[in-house]
């Protein structure tokens, strides 16, 4: 679960708790104004060797995704 706390003036903060180390993302659909963003975020959460973070880019970024 994912909790998102509205900070004021814009600011928004998340808290995750990861149970298993590996290579996540997060991504956020913000439609304000006519204009709409999806900023994307990546994190690495405990060890992760290089052979991990190259098929990670091979297979997309999709596998760990936190999508809100």
């Known amino acids: 679960m994912i909790e998102a706390i ?7 903060t998340i808290k995750k708790t990861f149970k298993e180390e ?4 997060v991504q956020t659909h913000v439609t304000a104004r006519d204009m709409h963003v999806m900023p994307k975020k990546q994190f690495v ?3 992760v060797s290089a052979e991990e973070m ?14 809100h």
């Open 6 to 12: 509205n900070m004021g003036n814009g600011i928004y």
């Open 22 to 25: 590996g290579i996540y993302y």
């Open 45 to 47: 959460v405990g060890e």
């Open 54 to 67: 190259k098929a990670d880019e091979s297979e997309g970024e999709d596998h760990h995704s936190e999508h």
